[in-house]
């Protein structure tokens, strides 16, 4: 379906954008950082609620709507490019393009993404298996 603009409402602060979908009812946010050793982004479905509080008058209300989106949304994606390694990323929900399409997903790299669920499975057979 073709971007419309005039069916999402956005609200921006310091290290965090938030987009509410008129048209399916969803929240989502970007929540994102850089410092000298790089930057990390991480893309959340929020609820309406948490989409309601989000200020960014001041600097204290564009933190606590930063930590509001990080604790209280749900983690689709995240994407780190720093001086540890070499970029890459984790889906945590396959569905995570759809969910925000008004993100600007072309700097993610695909090649690099792993799935957090098949992290997780991986991670949890080794440790039943006594390794």
Known sequence: MPFKKE??????????????????????????????????????????????????GTFEQSLESGRLIREQGRLLYRYVNNCHGGPYSVVYDERWRELCAWHDSAKHDDEHAMDAGAIARALSRSQHSGK
């Open 7 to 56: 069916s999402r409402q956005f609200k921006e602060g310091g290290g965090w954008k938030a987009c509410r979908d008129a048209r399916t009812g969803r929240c989502t946010a970007s929540s994102f950082s850089c410092d000298r050793e790089g930057s990390e982004e991480e893309l959340y479905e929020i609820p309406e609620s948490v989409f309601s509080q989000l200020r960014s």
